[in-house]
């Protein structure tokens, strides 16, 4: 079966580093994406990996790795606003994404 | 970036009544739109995929007859709540794809839909 695996909830400091870690099975693979989702508001697009690999876009990174089904989030200079869910979502060969639960970032003063 | 609307953004009704619900991409064409309901504190629920021009593909265990889904013109799907009961009640999201790059959905605000 298709499964993807996240920690539901995680804790961190402000201005402090934080890495949410995601694993994948899937039917083929197509890419990963990382959402970020405010309480009551609807996810809004933050990565794509498709290669191997780090992508940094401003305080926020996303590495993959395909041959470990393996992908995190990094996220710098936390910012109280920073505090929400963040998605992971394989796409598969049928290019349907697979969802995560979604993990819970407090972020703390 | 590319932008979709959700109308109405939340909505109140009697048990028994139906409820429509209006996609639109603003500033493209969407060749397919998703519909998702999230339960609060859960992920995203995929319900439907839907291409404009032809009949929606519906995720197991979501009922056709009581989620009408129409996907018109390439900017606009509309999901219809037949018959709605209180557990229905939901966060209902779209989002929509060119179809050109899969890179990218691009979601809708939502709509909360509480049936009393």
């Known amino acids: 079966g298709q499964n993807i695996d996240q920690p539901t909830e995680m804790t961190a400091t402000e201005g402090a580093i934080v890495q949410i870690n995601c694993t994948y099975q899937?039917?083929?693979?197509?890419?990963l994406f990382w959402y970020q989702q405010h309480a009551g508001e609807a996810p809004t697009f933050l990565s794509y990996n498709v290669l191997d690999g780090l992508e940094e876009k401003g305080r926020f990174s996303s590495f993959l790795s395909r041959s470990k089904g393996y992908s995190y989030l990094l996220l710098k200079e936390l910012q109280m606003k920073d505090s929400a869910s963040y998605l992971c979502a394989a796409l598969d060969s049928n290019y349907q994404l697979i969802w995560g639960a979604g993990t819970k970032l407090i972020i703390k003063p | 970036g590319a932008v979709v609307s959700q109308h109405p953004s939340r909505v109140i009704c009697k048990s028994g009544t139906s409820v429509k619900i209006e996609c639109r991409s603003l500033?493209?064409?969407?060749?397919?739109m998703f519909w998702y309901r999230q339960f609060p504190k859960q992920s995203l629920m995929l319900m439907a995929t839907?291409?404009?021009?032809?009949?929606?593909?519906?995720e197991q265990g979501v009922e056709k007859d009581k989620f009408l889904i129409n996907h018109a013109s390439l900017t606009l799907s509309t999901l219809t709540v037949t018959s709605a009961h209180p557990e229905d009640s939901s966060f209902y999201i779209c989002s929509a794809s060119s179809g050109i790059d899969y890179n990218e959905q691009f979601f809708g605000p939502g709509t909360r839909l509480t049936v009393l």
């Open positions: 500033d493209f064409q969407a060749t397919t």
């Open positions: 899937t039917s083929g693979f197509n890419g």
């Open positions: 839907s291409n404009e021009g032809s009949k929606a593909t519906y």
